[in-house]
Each structure stands twice: as C-alpha cells, then as structure tokens.
C-alpha cells in the first residue's frame, strides 16, 4: 500500500477535523463543481424507452439501453436541442462539431461496460455563470457542458448504510440506464476564502434555478434529476496552486453542497497539518451528520480509456440552429426575481422568503391568472406552506392551483367568506369536494350579513358582557373588539364583522 493510502485510510478511521477558521489561516481552498441535469425528455439518450420517473424497476429498457449485443444507439436530436439551449444560457460557446466517446469502467449499474459520454469534444464549452453571496458577486467559469447518458441504479440490501459494504445482496433497476444527461464542469473555483461552502450552494442554487427556467429538466434533487458531485483540495496560504483533490460524489441537496465542502476543508487540513497525504478519491456524503467517507480511488482520464464512440454519428449543429435557440431563451432568473420584486412591491426580507420557499413562480402564476401580489403571497407563504410543511410534499404539490386561489379571494373581497371560513374552503380543495363556491355552499360557509341574525348575536353579546357595553357607552371604543370576538364565536366564525361592529356603534355609541 503506498503512502498516500496509508496516510488516507488512517484519516478516515479516525479523521481529524479542524476548525474551520484554522483551516483558512494555513490553506486556501480550491473547488471544481460537476453538476449533472436529467433531461425531461419523453425517450432516453440513444434509444425510445421512456423515461418516467418511478415506473416499475426494469419495465423502461430495451437491447440498446441494456447494452446487449447488436443494438445500435441513435442521438436524441430534443436531448441535444436542450443540451444547446442550457450551454447558451450558460454563456457558452456551441461546438460546430462535435462527438460521442465511449468512458470504459466496469460497475453493476452500467450494463454495457462504458458510458456514451464526451470527453475533448463537449458540445459546449467556455462559459460562465455569476452568482451573488452576501453582496459580492463570484463569475463561476464554466469549462464544459457535455452530454452522455445516466447509469442505473443499484439498491444494496441488508446492512445499516444503505451502501455495499455490509450489504447482503444488490438489486439493479436499469430504469434510469440512457436518459439524457449534461454534465456542467466548473473550472477550479478559487478565492473564494471563508465563503468557499457558500459560494458552492449559490452556485448550484443558480443553476438549479437557470435549468428550471429552460424548461429542459425538473431539476428535483431529491430524486436524483440533478446531483452534484463536490471537488475539494487546499494549497498553502498564498502559494496560488493546487492541492490534491477528493470528489464528493452524488450530494442531492443545497445544503449538503455546503456541508460537503465545509467537512472536506476540515478533513484536508487534518491531514495535512498531521503531515500526511490526502488521497485522491471519490467520497460518499452521509446526510446524517454531515460527514463523507472513501468511495473508490479516483481515476484520471487517460484510466478511462477514452475513444471516439463508433457507432454515433458526429453532432454538428448550423449557426442558425444555433441563433435560433438563442432567441428562445428566456429571461435569466436573477434578472426576473429583480424585476418581479420591484413589480410585487415585496420588501427584501419577503422576497428572500419566498425564493427560499420555492414560491415565487406560484405567486407570479397566481397574480397573472387575477389577484394582487399581497393576497398570493399571503396564502401560498402561510395556508398552503403548511400544509406543504404538515404533509412532506413540494408547494406546488399541495393540490392547490393558482386559478383556485384566485376564486378564494374572489370569494372573500366581494364578503361570501373571510379569511377566517377561507382556510376550510382550502380544506375542502384538498379533499377534492369541488370548486370553492361549491364547497362554500356545501359546507354552509357564507359569511351572514342578516341584520336580523346579527342583531340578536349582538344583544346578546351585550346581555353577556355589560361591563363592555358600558365603556363604549362611555367612549372608549376600542372595547367594542371584545363584543365582536363574542359573536363571531356565537356565529362560528361566520358573521360579517364590519356590520357586527356597526351594529354595536348604533346601539351603544
């Protein structure tokens, strides 16, 4: 075993961890951010299976994405489409030419062998992304955006972690083999010092936010349609070079991009202030508490094997394919997030919270089908966020539409409900009992404005309480809250409380 093993897995085995703020007196980090993006396209890569997520395992294949002999794979030409459009909207350059390679490696989960991927001729290539933390703005060089298809996916039985080690069998679901994948490759991003673990998060939050906008993937991370693999190294302070790196691989979340990269300054000055080695190695990230652990030595290119894929045609897309695309781009996210702030009225705290929350294209959506930004803001960031919350499902899985939210406050701006009896309506919307009027009427919700009703709620508010009645008598009129508490609970909750307080002026003022 050499040395660099050595000094690894003794690090591993019992890994020191140092502070942060003393990793950053001694080192200067440097990271590489390898995103891959699920295309939402209705067929894999190079065959016509479908590609719908959480269909029965091994029901989406055929002899081309399984890798058996005689099946000739055919290019995806909306996949390469979606490819072009994410590399413009990256500020890249798009090939005039291009190829497919075959990535030789051996695991359970790629049935043919070698992966269909790019390796010096990626589609797109030189771009960049800026991304804003805490006012200062980081440019993210953007070496490549290639395309290639996914793997399958392995299930380990048995054990305690869910991986390999210690399990008592495997499963293969090749489902997942050949759908559209681009993978986004960062050049070495550096400087960024004590913000190194934010930098990453925003990084990949933007582009999350970028490929959403596109329209090309779903961009869900908990399902796996974008991961991030995480490449970490540190250099003594102000030498300007590179340490050796340790790839974090497949982190499904924002925020254990940052976690992933805060562990691993940890883990590296560790080792490196004990006079040791770290080993250049995939990682797996453990969302538990935040930790990695070793994965396999990490490969260079040249262990690939790399060799133009002889079964594919080269890709070659015109200039005016290429424009054409260009103008199908829509309005960058943090320009539109800009725009929508100042056109909502939303302060900055506001804003932040409902970017934070994933709703701000559902509030948009609900302004545009009808009501003010200040009533969707309202409902989507308190009712339906709770009931996201109660339940475990995204916003926009609530059941919930925004033409229906629309109806709600319709119903309330011209008095049939209050926001009080609107919460049940949002009830019945969840249980699917019909449109909001319907399940007004239904349930009996109105809100009543009989003056005859309301009187006598009223006189018996009065009756009940005398010594409320006599200090409005006496001027003080704020004491008229506790009569109105008192007949909306006698009313349920459904008296027109406007009339209620002017009923009681007329009596006692």
Known sequence: MTEAKLAGSASDRRPTLIDFDTVLESFDPAMGLEVHVELNTATKMFCGCPTGFGAAPNTQVCPTCLGLPGAMPVV????????????????????????????????????????????????????YLDVDVDGETFRIEIERAHMEEDTGKATHVGGTTGRIHGADYSLIDYNRAGIPLIEIVTRPIMGAGEKAPLVAKAYVSALRDLVKALGVSDVRMDQGSMRCDVN????????????????????????????????????????????????????????????????????DAEDYRYFPEPDLVPVAPSREWVEELRGTLPEPPAGRRTRLQAEFGFSDLEMRDVVAAGALDLIAETVEA??????????????????????????????????????????????????????????????GEGTPAEIVAARGLAVVSDDGALTAAVDAAIEAQPAVAEKIRGGNHAAAGALIGAVMKAMGGQANAARVREIIMEKLA
């Open 76 to 127: 995806n030409g909306k996949a390469v489409e979606s490819a072009m459009r994410i590399g413009l909207a990256l500020n890249c350059e798009i090939a005039e030419w291009c190829r497919f390679a075959r990535k030789n490696y051996f695991y359970p989960d790629m049935p043919k062998n070698f992966q269909t991927s790019q390796y010096d001729e990626p589609i797109a290539f030189d771009g």
């Open 232 to 299: 970490l190294s540190l250099a003594p302070k102000g030498s300007g070079a590179l340490g050796t790196r340790s790839e974090t691989k497949n982190v499904n979340s924002l925020r254990s991009v940052e976690r992933a990269v805060r562990y691993e300054m940890s883990r590296h000055a560790g080792i490196l202030l004990a006079g040791g080695k770290v080993l250049q190695e995939t990682r797996h990230f453990h969302e538990d508490d935040g930790s990695t652990s070793p994965g396999r030595e990490k490969s």
């Open 370 to 431: 009808g009501t003010t930004p200040q009533a969707a803001r309202k409902w989507w960031m308190s009712e339906l966020a709770r009931r996201a919350n109660d339940t475990g499902v995204a916003l926009d899985e609530v059941g919930v539409t925004p033409a229906q939210i629309v109806e709600v406050q319709r119903l309330i701006d011209d008095k049939t409900i209050n926001d009080k009896l609107a919460r049940q309506v949002f009830e019945g919307l969840y249980a």
